[in-house]
């Protein structure tokens, strides 16, 4: 396997795309890690301000009571508003990289035959 059938998708964030044992694992650490190194460099210029969000966020997070609580609403508010501040949640594909990724998942997502048993358990 080549890193291009890994790797359907190199840019602007690289998408790994890997079989698991009931389906595929696809990896966008390389976005994760951009988002982050912008949450650093935001907390590195204004330490109290992005403390603040990000304890609020915990607060939040420790009363939730439940899908609908306020406490719920009010965390997940201020995830979307930390999130969208550092790039937002969404990992953009372009041009052929759309076609690759797709063949890539098809590929992976195709059910997988098992060998028939014979009496006493032994494979076919």
């Not at 508010?77 to 594909?93: F, H, M, N, Y």
């Amino acid at each position: 396997m080549s890193l291009h059938d890994r790797q359907p998708v190199t840019g602007p964030f690289r998408v790994y795309v890997d079989p698991a044992s009931a389906g595929v694992e696809i990896d966008v650490s390389h976005m994760i890690y951009a988002l982050l190194r912008q949450l650093a460099a935001d907390f590195e210029e204004d330490p109290d301000g992005v403390g603040e969000i990000l304890t609020e966020i915990a607060a939040a997070d420790r009363a939730a009571n439940g899908p609908d609580s306020h406490a719920t609403h009010e965390r997940d508010a201020r995830l979307e508003g930390l999130l969208e501040s550092i790039g937002g949640g969404k990992v953009p594909v372009y041009g052929q990289q759309v076609l690759r990724l797709a063949e890539r998942l098809r590929v992976l997502g195709m059910p997988k035959s098992v060998p028939h048993q014979r009496e006493g358990g032994e494979a076919a």
